[in-house]
């Protein structure tokens, strides 16, 4: 079964300054899909950024950008000029071709982004 | 776009009584859509998968006969929460895939924070 860690519960940035939020995945698929999600206080899920597994190049979404490590199995999200809008819960998550439609979510970190 | 709505937002019930959450995708068919459950600081925890037209596909551990689901459109989606108990009580949120898209992509509804008296 495929499992997603998220090993920081929680993360503080400074605003303006730059952030990295940590997302390793366990799988044996090679053909997948990893995804960064946002959930701030209003609880909406807010799809932040995607990544292909067969592409090596990494994604950016303006000031978003991850981070993809497929040989080591990791998928790190950047932040970077960090605004307090940026203050929310953010889930990493995982699809595979085998599972379907279903995502895998990790625990979730919770960022805090001091003024 | 890709709008999904939830109806209600928040319910409050009595114990024994059923309660329906909508969850409708407002600018685009969604071939399958599904639902979660997310309790106070914790990540979301999948239910039942959902596609138009045929049976939902329930996650291990969840009573079929109590939360019953209904796919009748390819922008509708219902969940009733049968004879619920305070130990329903949570924030259940749904999500849709696009039937044309960016493959595995799901957008989510804003929720619905349910309270079983």
């Known amino acids: 079964a495929q499992t997603v860690t998220q090993s920081q519960p929680e993360m503080s940035v400074q605003e303006a300054e730059t952030v990295t939020l940590s997302c390793t995945y366990d799988?044996?698929?090679?053909?997948?899909?990893l995804f960064w999600y946002k959930q701030p206080p209003s609880r909406q899920m807010i799809l932040v950024i995607r990544q292909e597994a067969y592409k090596q190049q990494n994604a950016t979404e303006n000031r978003f950008s991850v981070n993809f490590q497929k040989a080591a199995k990791s998928f790190s999200l950047k932040i970077s000029d960090s605004q307090l809008g940026d203050a929310a819960m953010y889930f990493c998550?995982?699809?595979?071709?085998?599972?379907?439609?279903?995502?895998?979510f990790g625990t979730g970190t919770r960022l805090a982004v001091r003024p | 776009g890709a709008v999904v709505s939830q109806h209600p937002s928040r319910v409050i019930c009595k114990s024994g009584t059923s309660v329906k959450i909508e969850c409708r995708s407002l600018d685009f068919q969604a071939t399958t859509m599904f639902w979660y459950r997310q309790f106070p600081k914790q990540s979301l925890m999948l239910m039942a998968t959902?596609?138009?037209?045929?049976?939902?596909?329930?996650e291990q551990g969840v009573e079929k006969d109590k939360f019953l689901i209904n796919h009748a459109s390819l922008t509708l989606s219902t969940l009733t929460v049968t004879s619920a108990h305070p130990e329903d009580s949570s924030f259940y949120i749904c999500?849709?895939?696009?039937?044309?898209?960016?493959?595995?992509?799901?957008?989510f509804g804003p929720g619905t924070r349910l309270t079983v008296l």
């Open positions: 999500s849709a895939r696009k039937r044309e898209g960016v493959q595995g992509t799901q957008y």
């Open positions: 799988t044996s698929e090679s053909d997948y899909y």
């Open positions: 998550a995982y699809r595979s071709e085998s599972s379907g439609d279903k995502l895998t």
């Open positions: 959902s596609n138009e037209g045929s049976k939902a596909t329930y």
